[in-house]
């Protein structure tokens, strides 16, 4: 009988066992335990070397700088002999551990044949005569479950892992394997249970625990099994660390390593304005979470140096085929346009502070708070303070204005935190305490608490902190600068005061009310503000909605987070009671325009060819781009009118700015259709002529990247009729009352 069906016939009898018989699928909890230790040599990180040799240099540079003594590295047949092989002999010669993994080249790979074994073998050993002694753990090969990256199919890597425990086991060599990437336990659980019944189960289990797939490193997994089942499974990355891990002792293996973990700054600029904060905010979180399940041993970093995944930018524009996580072969671009990105410094200061450390007690709510306690290897208490993305919690509901006095904070990058401290948000917040120091809540009363109240979403900025606002009747939340005291910011911008304040101008004075005032605090700053009446029938609907004042809040935050323009939110009051129908209040920046997108149009649509000094088609391309772009994010204005477009000029550039977005929706998944762009578009074209709508869909459809249809035109001569029409019954309707 074929061996191939064999093997994959024991497979599905294994994977069967393991998920009718084993109790580690949901005997594991999703929550942190405290009194776990967190090992000096449990942080590690990838290297890959350059053709430079320059590059070893500023290498072993950064290694020091992070303060690190492991690596991993990928080597492969013509790795020896050259610079891949001068990089590894120097971080030998400079007594850092070395994880080394062995890769066979991708056809190799692909076709296993017993050509390619014997190639294989040779490799083996060569590298055991060279470097067998000196490296800390031979891995042996890279993703087996991703056969478009490694070229393996399983079958094939079990018999270069038969082959490898041939040849390097007798030589007292501690082997690793088998790097499955992802979560994905039927392949682990097919692997190793074949490993095991060759009698060479692995000395170290190997896994790449990559949770970018799910954003935040705190999130349920939903591509296991469904969203239905994210909340059944509760696949986080501590379950699924300490699934791993049984998985691993079922077949022999009791040390877990997570071989190569990153975020993505192509991915994470999908979702922020600002990647690289974010994940410099995701390595740490992942890190103190990884490092307190009690499930792995040591987490390997993604690649040190790369242009997309690395904590250095190389400063190249490209990425290699073959992905770095199966073969981090090498780092390209040239050494003078390296760039130290926040992430790095993020790792440093994470080494720094969590190597030899004891977490003495942790909280990984599910309302997205979570709270680590740390004694540390100098003898401080560390601790660590994070909310979910969009959630914020007051500093004061956790500690005395005592305590925030004593302790020593420290952002997510280790810089010193000058001000004190108001709230804690997504972005990690680290204080020192000299000595222990009791919270004002205990766990539980902490895991009741609301990151987000009422819903409210929080951005996420570099010097802005929040104050949730409740005195009286009025509740509502403000935005706090540095210097600024929060406290007397609300007071100063409460509903009473704000209608009692000069007003600069009136830009709007209809359903509801907009204005301009001084700012109260704050010389030569003008801010605006918004009053939200409700009135006929959102007298009813608005009682099952957030109050307009919270939405324009909410909408501005998410808008800016995805990088499209709106004005910096100060801050949003509404009623304690019928807040949805009650009189409400929003406060933003001021926007000094140069002037809206309405009075270009309609200037255009009269003949113009250009509008305050900036040519039609490049008024129109910036504003279908913006458009687009706004589209893309998955937002939706509802009411894209030219008046709503700001534009804003800088070094003879045009910015767009987006403003009355209370009516705003913000998809957080699914992408939007055409359909849904073409009704916001209405607005937006109403006052160009058809050439000049022609034009716009032009550029628009080029950024969007796709062929638009005639259904277009039909749209919007659709448009152009019902509001005709509206304005035919409008003055019909004026005409006949007036006889009265």
């Not at 797939?213 to 089942?229: N, Q, S, W, Y």
């Not at 969009?390 to 997510?412: K, M, V």
């Not at 009135?535 to 990088?563: C, P, V």
Request: proline share 4%.
């Amino acid at each position: 009988m074929n061996p191939r069906f064999l093997y994959y016939l024991r497979s599905v009898n294994n994977i069967s066992r393991s998920i009718f018989t084993s109790r580690f699928w949901a005997s594991h909890s999703p929550k942190i335990q405290a009194g776990i230790s967190v090992e000096n040599d449990f942080f590690g990180i990838n290297i890959a070397p350059s053709v430079d040799p320059k590059a070893d240099d500023f290498i072993i540079e950064r290694l020091q700088e992070l303060g690190l003594q492991h690596v991993r590295m990928n080597f492969t047949y013509d790795s020896l002999g050259s610079y891949a092989e001068r990089l590894l002999q120097r971080v030998i010669a400079e007594d850092f551990e070395v994880l080394l993994d062995l890769i066979p080249p991708f056809e190799d790979a692909k076709s296993f044949t017993l050509d390619a074994q014997e190639r294989w073998r040779s490799f083996l050993n060569s590298v055991a005569r060279e470097y067998g002694q000196q490296v800390a753990v031979i891995e042996i090969g890279s993703t087996p479950n991703r056969g478009r990256w490694s070229g393996f199919e399983p079958s094939d890597y079990l018999i270069a892992w038969r082959i490898a425990n041939d040849e390097l086991t007798p030589l007292d060599i501690i082997l690793a394997g088998p790097n499955v990437s992802d979560f994905e336990p039927l392949c682990s659980i097919q692997l190793l249970s074949e490993m095991q019944a060759q009698g060479n189960a692995p000395d170290i289990y190997t896994n790449n625990l990559f949770v970018e797939r799910v954003i935040e490193p705190e999130a349920f997994d939903h591509r296991v099994l469904g969203k239905t089942m994210r909340l059944v499974l509760k696949l986080n990355l501590v379950k699924k660390a300490r699934i791993m891990r049984a998985i691993g002792k079922e077949y022999g293996v009791d040390n877990i390593v997570c071989s190569y973990k990153c975020w993505s700054s192509k991915r994470l600029s999908r979702w922020s304005i600002v990647p690289e904060r974010k994940k410099s905010d995701y390595l740490v979180r992942y890190l103190v979470i990884a490092a307190t399940t009690g499930a792995l041993s040591k987490v390997y970093w993604g690649p040190l140096i790369c242009n997309r995944d690395g904590l250095i930018d190389d400063g190249s524009s490209s990425y290699p085929a073959i992905d770095n996580v199966t073969f981090y072969k090498q780092v390209k671009g040239d050494l003078t346009n390296f760039k130290i990105r926040e992430a790095f410094y993020a790792y440093a200061n994470i080494v720094k502070l969590l190597s030899g450390a004891k977490c003495v007690e942790a909280i990984n709510a599910n309302n997205g708070i979570h709270h680590f306690i740390f004694e540390t290897k100098s003898h401080k208490q560390l601790h660590i303070i994070w909310t979910r993305d969009r959630g914020c919690i007051e500093a004061s509901l956790l500690y005395t204005n005592q305590q925030l006095d004593r302790g020593h904070f420290i952002d997510a990058i280790g810089q010193a935190i000058q001000d004190k401290t108001l709230s804690f948000s997504e972005r990690p917040t680290f204080i020192e305490f000299e000595h222990a120091e009791q919270l004002k809540l205990s766990n539980s009363e902490i895991e009741k608490l609301d990151p987000q109240p009422h819903g409210v979403i929080f951005g996420v900025s570099e010097d802005i902190r929040y104050l949730s606002w409740t005195e009286g009747k009025w509740r509502g939340v403000v935005a706090v600068k540095p210097g600024e005291s929060g406290t007397e910011k609300a007071r100063a911008l409460v509903p009473e005061k704000l209608l009692a304040a000069p007003q600069i101008v009136i830009h709007r004075d209809q359903r509801n009310k907009v204005w301009s005032i001084e700012h109260p605090i704050t010389t030569n700053e003008t801010l605006v503000v918004k009053e939200n009446r409700a009135r006929g029938i959102k007298k009813f609907t608005y009682r099952f909605k957030a109050s307009k004042g919270q939405r324009h809040w909410d909408n501005a935050w998410e808008m800016l987070r995805r990088g499209v323009r709106s004005p910096i939110p100060i801050a949003y009051f509404e009623q304690t009671e019928n807040t949805g129908i009650t009189h409400n209040y929003y406060v933003c920046e001021f926007v000094d325009a140069a002037f809206s997108v309405r009075e270009a149009f309609t200037a255009f649509g009269k003949g113009k060819e250009s509008y305050e000094g900036f040519s039609k088609e490049k008024i129109i391309k910036a504003v279908a781009d913006f458009s687009c772009n706004m589209h893309n994010k998955k937002i939706i204005h509802h009411d894209l009118t030219g008046g709503n477009l700001l534009v804003t000029t800088e070094n003879e550039e045009i910015n767009i700015t987006a403003i009355d977005i209370g009516r705003a929706s913000i998809n957080m998944k699914k992408n939007l259709s055409e359909h849904q762009r073409l009704l916001d578009l209405m607005r937006c074209c109403y006052k160009l002529n058809w050439p000049n709508r022609h034009l716009f869909m032009d550029y628009y459809f080029a950024a969007y990247g796709r062929k638009f249809s005639a259904h277009w035109k039909s749209s919007l001569s659709y448009y152009d009729w019902k509001l005709r029409t509206k304005k035919r019954v409008k003055r019909a309707l004026k005409s006949k009352w007036s006889k009265f």
